[in-house]
C-alpha cells in the first residue's frame, strides 16, 4: 500500500513539473520576443518603413535624422531633424491615432508639438492640396516653438503659436490660442515682446491681451482684425509712450475704431502742419480712422504743444477735443511765453473753404518776443482761412521785438477785441458790432518812446474806425487822431490833432535831426475813391501810361494796407502791383510854433554868401546846407488839399531872415513845385529858393538876387570836385520868376 501510494505520488509530481517547464518557457519566450522588438525598433528600423509610409501617403520627399518609437506606445512618435521639402523642423513629437493613419479623409492628432521649424516662402507655395490626402487635419493641442507665422499681412521669424481644437481644412480654426514673439510686423508696423492670446471668428480675428512694444511704446489691447474687410476694431486700447509720426501712414489700407482708448505720456507729431504734441495723457473716444478722416474725442493733458519752426510751446495745457469728420472743436488751457492762456475755437469745412472760429482766446501775464519765422508767418500764412474772431484778450502782456523790420517794445499790452471777421479772399476785416480797444504802457518803436497809448476800434455795416484820444510822450505831450472808412461809400476820412506838443519827443534814429521846441498841429482829411468792386474802372490808364505811372507810385499788394487797396487800381502790366487810382483827396492842415528849433538844417545859409546862383539835385542841397541849425519862430504853415493837390503856405522867422514860401503837390503825378522868398531881418539880402519836379528827382534852384551884410552861405566845397553838379542859372537855362532887380521893397511886400 505504501509503496502503491508512493508510486501515484511520483507520477503526479512528473506532470506538474512539464506544466510548469512549459508555461516558463512560453513566458520567456515572450519576453524575449518583447525587449528583442523594443531592441529592434529603437535601432532605427522602423525609421525606413515608416518613412515610405508617408512619402507613398503624401507623395512628398520626407525625411529625418532620428525616429524614437516604442510598440509599447504605439501611438506616440517622436522625431529629430525632419525635413518636408525644404521645410525643416529640428524637433516632432507627436500623439495620433493609428486608425486614422490608414483613413484617407481625416486625420487625429490628439498633441503635435514642433519646434526649430525654418522655411522658404517658396518651400510653402510648393506644396499642394493634393499632396495632403486628408480632408482635414484635426489637433487637439498644438504647439509650435521657434517657428516662422505667416498670416495675412503679419509676419514673425521666431515665433511661438499654441492652440486647441486646431482644425485644417479649406481654412484655418481653433480655440484658445496664444502668440508669442520677440519680434514681428504687421503692415508697416514693428511689433517687439508680443504675446497675446488669439480667437477666430468666422473671418476674422480676435486678440485678448495684446501686449507688445511699438512706436517706441507700449501697447496693450483687445481687439478684432477682419482682413477682408480692412478693419480693425478695439474693445479696449491702451497706448503708453507711444510715438506717432503719422497714422495715417502707419495703417494706411485699415479703417480703426475703437470705443475708448487711454494714452500715457504718448507723443503725436502732425506733419502737415509741423505740430508736435508731447507727453499726452489722457483717454480717447469715439476713435473712427481711415485713409480720408479722422473722428475723436479727447479729453486729458498736453504737456508739451510745440511749433519748431515757429520757435513757439505752449506747456502743461489742459484739452479737449472734438474732431468729426471736416470740424475739429478745441478747448485749450495752459502756460506759452511765460504767461496764462485759454482757448475755445472749431475749425470747419464748408465746400472748398476752411473756417477758423475762435470763441475766446486770453493771454495773460506773457512775454512776447517773435521770431523772424513768427512775423513771416503771421503776416503770410496766419490768415489763410476765414477767420471769426469772437473774443481775444490780452492783459498785461509784455511785447520785446529784436528784429529789425519789426522794431516794437513795449512794456504792458492790454487788448480786447471782439467779433471781427477776415475773409481770405479780399483780404479785408468784415463783420457787424466788431470792436477793439488797446491800451499800450511804455511803447518803444525802434528808439521812438511813447508813455501811453490807448487806441478803440469798431467795424458796423462796413464802416470801420479807429481813433485814439491818447497818444501820450515822455514829455506830458499828447497826440490824438481818428480814422474811418466806409466801404460802401468808398471814402475815407483822417484827423489829428496835438496842442503844446514839444518836439523833442520825436528826437530819434527815426529822423536825421534833431528837435527842439513845441507845435500846435490840426489835420482834417477826406479820401473818396472809386466804386472798386470790379478790376476795371474810369479812366483806366493804358499799359503804356502804367508803365510810367508805377515807375513813380508803383507798389507791391503786401505794401498796401487791406483799408487803403480801394484806393489802388491794379497794374495791367504786372497784376501783383498796384498804382494810385484817381481817387480825390481833400482837407486841410495846420501848423504853428511860437519857437522851434531844428539842427543840421541851415535853412538860413540859402540868403548868404556870395551873390551867386545855384542850381542843385535835392541830396546836394541838403548836404549844403548841413553844419549850421534851423531856428524857426512865429511860425505858421497852412496847407490846403483839394482834387489831390496839396496847397501850402508858410511864413516864419528865422535866426537872419523871414520867409515866405508857397508850394503845391500833385499826390498822384508825385509832381511839387515850391517857390521859397528869403528876406533878412536887416533886409540888406534877398533870396528865392525854387523846387520842383518830381519827387525822386527834385531840382534846387538857388537865385541870390541882392546881398548886403556878408554872411556864411551854403556849402559847395564838396560840388568842386565832381563836374556838374554845380551849375549856374545861365548854364541851366532855367527862367526864374523873381527877376534879380527885384527891390528889397517889392520883396518884402510879396513876402508880406
Known sequence: MALRTNIVSKKKNSVLKKILKIATAFVLFIAIIVIGGILYFNN????????????EKTSLNINCDKIEFSPLYPNVLKLGGVTIDGIKVSEVYVEYSLEDLFDNKDLDIKYLYCKGITFKEQDLSNLKQEQIPF???KIGKLDLIDTPLWFNNFKAQHATFSAQNFLLMDNISFENG??????????????????????LEKEAIRTNQFNAQVLGGQIQADLKIDPAKREITFNSLTLNKIILKDLTHDLPKYTISAGISNLYDCVVILAQSKVILGQITGQVKDLFLDKNQINYN??????????????????HNEVNATALMDSLQLSLKGKVF????????????????????IDNFTLKDAKLEPTTQLVDYLTTKAFEHNTYIKSLNLDNCEFVSNIDAFPITIKAVKLNSHNYSFDKDSHLLVGNEAQSSLDLDSLYIKDLFIKRATVHSKLHDKIFSVNSDLIEFSKGNNLSFSYTYDDKLKEAHFNANAKDFNLENLNSSFFNHLFNGKVDFSTDLAFYAQDSSHETFDNVPSPEEQEQIVTESNLLKEDIPSFAKPFYGYNLVNTNQFYLKSATTEGELSLSSDSLFISDLGLDLVNGGPKKDYVLNFEDFLFAIKGSDLGLYKLDLEANIEDNIVKTKLSSDLTSSHISARASYDLISK??????????????????????????????????????????GINTDHLQDTKGKETSLEESKVETPAPKETTLEQADLKAE
Do not use: C, H, W
Request: aromatic share 6%; net charge neutral; no cysteine.
Open 44 to 55: 532605427q528600423n522602423i525609421k525606413t518603413p515608416l518613412l515610405k509610409y508617408l512619402s
Open 135 to 137: 480632408e482635414a487635419i
Open 178 to 199: 496664444s502668440l508669442s514673439a520677440d519680434t514681428a510686423q504687421f503692415e508697416n508696423l514693428e511689433l517687439k515682446k508680443l504675446n497675446t492670446k488669439i480667437d
Open 298 to 315: 479727447f479729453d486729458g493733458k498736453i504737456d508739451e504743444i510745440s511749433i519748431p519752426s515757429l520757435q513757439i510751446t505752449a506747456e
Open 338 to 357: 511765460q504767461g496764462e492762456f485759454n482757448l475755445n475755437s472749431n475749425y470747419t469745412k464748408n465746400l472748398k473753404d476752411y473756417y477758423l472760429n
Open 671 to 712: 509832381e511839387l513845385s515850391s517857390r521859397t522868398t528869403f528876406v533878412s531881418l536887416p533886409k540888406d539880402s534877398l533870396s528865392t529858393l525854387k523846387i520842383e519836379g518830381p519827387i525822386k528827382d527834385l531840382k534846387v534852384i538857388i537865385n541870390a538876387i541882392t546881398r548886403g551884410e556878408m554872411r556864411s
